[in-house]
């Protein structure tokens, strides 16, 4: 499978990594392909490249948006809305405005980011998934107490089963489906949640683990 991640941080050097372990060919999107020449080197596999945010996402037969959550659809403006067309568009993104220091939530009920993406691209497939945990734990889940759940929103259950059976590959214990794209609110204050927590235990390589009786 051809992927384009659009991000050249922390976030989409881990998924891009991640998705080459698994076989895909990925093409990383940045505004400065200078910044990711090291990455590519250390790598090196044949199957990873870099380019524009245009490139990544023509590239791409799915997308994944690991930028800022409040810059998410001016990279879509910058690669192109049709380059999104029919695809499955895997979010990563959080609503976290950071501007005064420490994150603050920079979304609501009924307009959470993902429906914002969705909106911005009404012919794509957006599946907001990932984003509960920092980007370690996305495609490395196993932990000392055990292995973690991943959830899911999104309107399409063809883009969701995809996303869902990545989460199984990278060794997640579960991808729950919470709905469509408008759940993904919950799935922000999960985020947030997770930073709360961080923040104040000075922890940061946890994650949500779902308990049936």
């Keep these: 499978m051809r992927i384009g991640v659009q991000g050249s941080g922390q976030v989409g050097q881990t998924l891009a990594a991640g998705l080459l372990r698994l076989g895909h060919e990925v093409k990383v999107g940045t505004r400065d392909t200078a910044k990711l020449a090291e990455w590519l080197r250390k790598t090196g596999n044949p199957k990873a490249s870099i380019g524009s945010f245009r490139e990544a996402a023509g590239f791409g ?95 399409d259950k063809e883009a969701k089963k995809w996303v869902s059976d990545l989460a199984l590959a990278w060794g997640w214990n579960s991808c729950n489906d919470l709905g469509g794209i408008e759940e993904s609110y919950w799935l922000e204050t999960f985020a947030m949640l997770w930073i709360k927590f961080g923040a104040v235990n000075n922890h940061w390589t946890h994650a949500f683990k779902l308990l049936k009786k």
Excluded: W
Excluded at 102 to 118: E, H, V, Y
């Design 61 to 155: 037969d799915i997308v994944v948006l690991a930028v800022h959550g409040v810059a998410a659809t001016s990279a879509i403006d910058l690669a192109g809305k049709e380059n999104f067309k029919n695809k499955i568009v895997m979010d990563v993104t959080n609503p976290l405005d950071v501007s005064q220091g420490a994150p603050r939530f920079a979304s609501t009920l009924g307009n959470s980011l993902g429906q914002q993406i969705q909106h911005h691209i009404p012919e794509a497939r957006v599946v907001k998934a990932f984003n509960i945990v920092n980007c370690y734990i996305m495609v490395n889940p196993r932990m000392q107490d055990g292995t973690p759940d991943m959830f899911i929103a999104g309107n």
